[in-house]
């Protein structure tokens, strides 16, 4: 038995997706990709035309009531991708069926919701996870190597920005959730992908300060009530600084830029680049191209969630905890709750 409290098992996992909208694609296609290790036994959508046309295609039962797939007897995980507010519910019954779980972030909209959700997860014996692919791309995994082997040295800033246009979703009324409350906020949604970075390459975050904009109302977006533009700004335990730019209105592709700035050398990692990660080992060196890193500005989120879906298959399989733990899930909502503590206060630093 594991830290997580679960024991490892050798056939493949029964896998039943519950939630089959814009992201469910990838995430199937990264289960798929496991033949012997985990197989999809089963989907579900409240839309059933959505539903039967996944369950069709993949020659499995379709449900349009997540308990209906979590009674199913094949069924071992359940792949979460639903709209936030409805993860803590549907996650905890999951969890009471006894299937080991993940989530697409965030794991809970709030720290508390999160804490209930683990002290379950740990009763049962199952694992709880969250699909956060910002830990699977691949020039992130080079620069964890660099911190690592000391070539950064000790941080003192820390640069990162998410960058798309979100214009579309956030008019789609398919998709009306995102622009609500919880929905595709630029801190909830986007910023706590670099909150999970954060907590795994650094020390701890003691403070931060925030602000947001909302942009949509002249993008055709009236009635969004989530910020779509955000920054957040502060300070590791350490003494090192970090800043976070979220826009989601910006009319340039997808992408994702993060950069290192240490005592012994920087990092500068833009996945819409050619090479997308850059090395400097001092201020007269103009950088050298990160080795093993391949440019794919179309297919680099993509190819880290099928990395995430593969790491949550072989943790349950092997009994080990996965790389996304409920615990980095619990604090990347912890600081997504301090900076909107931050922004009802006007900007002000705030405590973690």
Known sequence: ??????????????????????????????????????????????????????????????????????????????????????????????????????????????????RELIDAARARGVVLSVSENSRFVESYLRVKELLDTGRIGGVRLVRAFISGSAVSELADPDESWKHQDFGFAAILDAATHVFYVLRWMFEPVVSLQATTRHWSVDHGVPKSTVEDGAVVTGRFAGGGHFSVEIALNLEVPWGERFEIYGEAGSVVCDQLTDPVATFYRDASDFGSVLPGVSTDPRGWRTASMHRGAADFVRAVRSGRSPAVTAEDAAYAVRLAEAAYRSVREGGVMVSV
């Open 1 to 114: 038995m594991n830290p997580e409290g679960h024991a490892g098992t050798s056939g493949p996992l029964g896998v039943g997706v519950i939630g089959l909208g814009r992201v469910s694609p990838a995430h199937l296609e990264g289960y798929l990709a496991l033949p012997g290790e985990a197989q999809v036994v089963a989907v579900c959508d409240i839309d059933r035309r959505k539903a039967d046309a996944v369950s069709t295609g993949l020659g499995v039962p379709g449900f349009t009531d997540h308990t209906d797939l979590l009674a199913h007897p094949g069924v071992d995980c359940a792949v979460i991708l639903l709209p936030h507010l409805l993860h803590h519910p549907v996650v905890a019954a999951a969890v009471a069926a006894g299937k080991h779980v993940t989530v697409e972030k965030p794991l809970a909209v709030s720290e508390a919701q999160c």
